[in-house]
């Protein structure tokens, strides 16, 4: 069984940086594709980063150039680091894994496991 903890979220200023870990267990890390996602309260479940099983990041349009997604598969761990942060990226922030190895998405119907979230609010 997949699981997915995340940690690193918390209160920080407009223009702070915040760096997310999730750790994952159950399957073999490597092969597959790693997303981050976020939800707003009374908002859909949004697309944030992605990471292949060979490295190649994409990101939302919202992030592009701002948040960086990285994978240590030694450690079986994938963080996204955000820097120069918004209000609106205010959020829980999910860290998320494909169903099926070898396989790029951006579409959360695609990640069949998800980590419990971690809380990002970014004051103005």
């Known amino acids: 069984q997949v699981q997915l903890v995340e940690s690193g979220g918390g209160l920080v200023q407009a223009g702070d940086s915040l760096r997310l870990s999730c750790a994952c267990s159950?399957?073999?890390?490597?092969?597959?594709?790693m997303g981050w996602f976020r939800q707003a309260p009374g908002k859909e479940r949004d697309f944030v980063a992605a990471?292949?099983?060979?490295?190649?990041?994409t990101y939302a349009d919202s992030v592009e150039g701002r948040f960086t997604i990285s994978r240590d598969n030694a450690k079986n761990t994938v963080y996204l680091q955000m820097n120069s942060l918004k209000p609106e990226d205010t959020a829980v922030y999910y860290c998320?894994?494909?169903?099926?190895?070898?396989?790029?998405?951006?579409?959360?119907?695609?990640?069949?496991?998800w980590g419990q979230g971690t809380q990002v609010t970014v004051s103005s």
């Open positions: 998320a894994e494909m169903v099926r190895p070898y396989v790029a998405s951006r579409s959360v119907a695609d990640f069949g496991s």
């Open positions: 990471i292949t099983w060979n490295g190649g990041p």
């Open positions: 159950g399957r073999t890390f490597s092969l597959y594709t």
